[in-house]
């Protein structure tokens, strides 16, 4: 099967090598044809792709990510940070999974700053040294007399080359395309996310130093209560008594109040820590599953078209467990 398809080839080849020599017209004209191509794609096509003002709108779109990434990375420290103030470490779970969320969305935003650099870097690739490449193979095809097999050789390599530049330069463009489809398709909005958290690390701040005033005030109170309550009972107890009466419904009172309200904060950093949770589930997909998918695709493409083996690179792509992903109860 693969030997008639190299002899088809070859066949189509000569012929095509026997037309061009019989017509030089022709091939001036391939030769000044493929000549601008390689000029245009090298210099002004070049110098644009290669440049952020290319990809506005996708740039655009990653800026937004990003700032809404960095958002939700300050809401989990600062939370964290508050949580680890509560006494006795009541707190420590949810504080050490929140610190473990910054750090996934830090991994989220590596990945955005990588996009955006692949963005030109691509177009440079693409435009400045692909295509002209193979308009310069194509070229050299054409101009040779005889030799059927190497102009055919070198034909096939400037296709391929070509068909390399194309997915080089579309595939980054095309992953964020879908990641934003997809987001438009379930109503999703990047932008409401950071709005949805905004001052929630304050929130829990001003909780904790609630609780903690409310305690401190408690206690000043309790023992105000105490003490009048002593000074207007009867002479029948002894002193110590009245003492040890005091002391106990002091700190009766003051720890079911402070409970309470340790119990209020905890529970509120607890929704908040779900809530980003889902949040960076969202963003991994859209950020990190989606451009990998569509890098393994084009990946599969390039292997179809160069017949390049391109498995040993994607063994380099192997998950990582994100460390907040879980969610707490």
Known sequence: MHSNSVQAEGSVGAELTSWLDGNKT???????????????????????FSSPDAYKGTIASLDEKQGVVTGLMAVSVATSTAITALPNDIGSPIAERLANLSGDFLIILTAIYLEKFLLTTFGFAAFRILIPLACILAIIAVVLVGKAGIRSALGRVAVKMLLLAVTVA???????????????????????????????ENVVEGLVAEGQDGATASSQDDTASSQDS??????????????????????????GGIAKSFDDIKQKALNLLNRLTDSLALLIVTSCIIPILVLLLFLWIVKLILGVDVDAATRFIKPRAFGGTRRMR
């Open 26 to 48: 022709v091939k001036i004209v391939s030769v000044a044809v493929l000549l601008v191509l390689a000029l245009v794609s090298a210099f002004p096509a070049g110098s644009y």
């Open 170 to 200: 579309i595939v980054v463009p095309l992953s964020i395309f879908i990641s934003d489809k997809m987001e438009e398709t379930h109503n999703v909005s990047v932008s409401n996310m950071l709005e949805e958290f905004s001052g929630e």
């Open 230 to 255: 002593a000074s207007q009972k009867n002479d029948a107890g002894s002193f110590f008594d009245r003492i040890v009466s005091g002391a106990s419904d002091f700190i009766s009172e003051t720890t």
